[in-house]
């Protein structure tokens, strides 16, 4: 039932790394939930479930710890009972299980209905299977709809907000980080991949990173803003795999290895820097009871150490060097920009555009996090409760800490990690042409560039260092004072908001947001005056959720209600509905197959309507 093989203790290491910080995170947050008891059973046991897939070696004990995964995950979920609550895990369970019925059919399919064969016996039978592009569709949405890839992925800002800080830290690290691990797993058990099934990877993942960094933008819910960022990491992520699946295809293994490092290396990243961003938020949530982000403001004062590791993780995730996050974005970079020499122009096409998507992404995060931090830790503060937060228990600091430890180390011991990324990987040992030295990183390509992290470490450690000398140097005598605009003392109101900040990105990408503007001034002595208070809310709609969910849900209603007339329908109407049908196939064979009059056309619509019409008069009866 369960295997100990490379990939799997690859993404075991990638579990507990992340869940130890969270041990200690949860332990100090426990005094914030009400339920101790529910909350526990549910959360060891999400977290065994999550090892249980990793490990698992046989269809029915993977399907077994997957639906598991999803079930405990969905109780966390309702750990506060709220109706917003209910509404989020309600969403989630739909979600979750739309996926699960795609990966059940693929498993059937290429088990041949045994669901307790092993992985082994599995690869045997895709060699023998006869549509495995019908696999690799099933495949990609079952876990794709996990890991939250457009546009399987409007669960997540329902699901990340309305968990408790701990559990979101581990479903966007570690959960979908699983997803993830599945769809490695399985496309390699798949053979004779298809240019095209890389194409649609590489296209989903752009897509991905754009939509999820572009909403996260306009968000004001810290969590929602976060769990948006995981549908942006999971698209590059995607990216990183299908440059893999698209190099493997054209027999270039050397490159599709690297596009593979890249991508596993992000996952990690990914895991790393997003725990630590969520256990921060939810320590300010703790503090401030708001996940509003134009209620917090000045919590680097109360809160210095949660401040100081939001903005490692900020910096990180934002990719600027010399971060993990960096690093990894980089590599994906460098295999893109390999694929210059191909000359399939339906890659010309794609991969320009993936390149065009990650560089924006990349400069759209490094502004959504200075709306966040910015906003969040800076300025005056912008609420009572802000003003009286405090930094959070020990437990909790040293979740963050120790999750800040894994951030560094994923960048420091970088040789280290992609040395056991690439022997955990089922491709080409690359690792001593990247690596010559433990000091310098070169591309594949010998057209590509080198980094050196702990170079660049080394230099802005420098330089900070002559900065803050010659700073003391000029023996620059301090003056506290309040912030001077112009003659007026600043206020709270007076600051740049969160929805003032995005403003500018809102109105540019306005044909996606559609954003709704809510104003409402209060008159005082019944007379409007500019210094009426006024309420300013811009509500953006979600692209995907109101047009093609929403959209699903009419057309399967309307079918629905249809299909239930017509099982209600007397003898003369089904002898009429017959009756029309052969007309109309035959009218529609002999309109294109065979040249008649127009008034041959004009007398058999005539005769359509007329049984039409019969149907509607008997419906109405």
């Known amino acids: 039932m369960f295997s100990f093989d490379s990939l799997s203790v690859l993404f075991l290491g990638l579990i507990f790394l992340g869940v130890i910080p969270n041990l200690f995170y949860m332990s100090g947050y426990l005094s914030h939930i009400k339920r101790k008891t529910y909350f526990l059973i549910n959360y060891f046991a999400f977290i065994a479930s999550m090892i249980g897939v990793v490990l698992s070696n046989e269809v029915m004990s993977f399907l077994f710890f997957w639906e598991l995964m999803s079930l405990t995950s969905w109780q966390l979920i309702l750990t506060e009972p709220t109706q917003s609550n209910l509404k989020a895990a309600r969403f989630y369970f739909f979600m979750t299980h739309f996926g699960f019925v795609f990966i059940l059919l693929f498993f059937l399919l290429l088990s041949g209905n045994n669901l307790f064969s092993d992985f082994s016996s599995l690869k045997e039978a895709a060699f023998n299977f006869k549509y495995p592009t019908l696999l690799f569709f099933l495949m990609t949405i079952g876990f794709l709809s996990k890991a939250g ?69 306009s968000e004001h819910d810290i969590k929602a803003l976060l769990a948006n960022h995981s549908v942006e990491n999971i698209g590059i992520i995607l990216i990183g795999i299908g ?102 122009l339906s890659l010309k096409l794609f991969f320009p555009f993936a390149i065009f998507a990650l560089a924006l992404t990349g400069g759209l995060a490094i502004a959504c996090f200075v709306k966040a931090f910015g906003i969040t830790f800076l300025g005056l503060y912008r609420s009572t409760n802000a003003k009286h937060a405090k930094e959070v228990n020990i437990l909790m600091q040293t979740g963050q800490i120790l999750m800040a430890g894994v951030v560094i180390s994923l960048m420091l011991f970088l040789p ?23 000091w310098v990183m070169h591309s594949i390509s010998h057209n590509g560039g080198a ?42 109101k007076s600051q740049y908001s969160a929805t003032g900040f995005a403003g500018p990105i809102r109105r540019f990408f306005g044909w996606l947001y559609r954003p709704e503007v809510h104003t409402h001034t209060q008159t005082l002595a019944g007379h409007k005056t500019k210094f009426s208070s006024s309420l300013y809310e811009v509500h953006v709609k979600p692209l995907f959720e109101k047009s093609l969910y929403e959209g699903t849900k009419k057309a399967v209603n309307i079918i629905a209600y249809y299909v239930y007339r017509l099982s209600h329908f007397e003898k003369v109407k089904y002898e009429a ?39 509607i008069i008997g419906d109405k009866k």
């Open 149 to 217: 890839a457009v546009p399987l992925h409007v669960w997540l800002p329902y699901a990340h907000p309305a968990a408790p800080s701990p559990v979101s830290a581990l479903m966007s690290g570690v959960m979908l980080k699983v997803a993830i691990y599945a769809f490695l797993r399985f496309i390699f058990i798949l053979p004779s991949w298809q240019i095209e099934w890389g194409i649609v990877i590489l296209v989903v993942g752009a897509l991905s990173a754009l939509v999820g960094v572009l909403y996260a933008l």
């Open 243 to 344: 440059v893999g699946m698209i190099f493997t295809t054209l027999k270039l293994p050397l490159l599709a290895a690297f596009a593979f490092i890249a991508a596993v290396y992000h996952t990690f990243n990914h895991m790393s820097f997003k725990s630590l961003l969520f256990m921060s938020a939810g320590s300010v949530l703790h503090e401030t009871h708001t996940k509003n982000i134009e209620k917090y403001g000045g919590l680097i004062k109360n809160m210095p150490i949660t401040a100081f590791m939001f903005l490692i993780a900020a910096i990180s995730i934002s990719a600027l060097p010399p971060t993990n996050g960096f690093l990894s974005e980089w590599m994906i970079f460098q295999s893109m920009l390999n694929s210059s020499g191909i000359n399939e």
């Open 416 to 438: 280290f990690v992609i040395k056991f990324i690439n022997s955990a990987l089922p491709i080409e040992n690359i690792y001593s042409k990247i690596f010559p030295n433990i």
């Open 451 to 492: 980094v050196s992290p702990l170079l660049l470490l080394g230099g802005l450690i420098v330089v900070s260092a002559l900065i803050l000398v010659f700073y003391k140097s000029l023996n620059i005598k301090k003056r506290i004072s309040h912030t001077w605009a112009c003659g007026y003392n600043t206020s709270a």
């Open 577 to 615: 509905l017959i009756f029309n049908l052969i007309i109309l196939v035959l009218f529609s064979y002999r309109v294109f197959y065979h040249a008649i009059s127009w008034g041959n056309i004009l007398l058999e619509i005539i005769i359509m309507a007329v049984f039409v019409k019969i149907l």
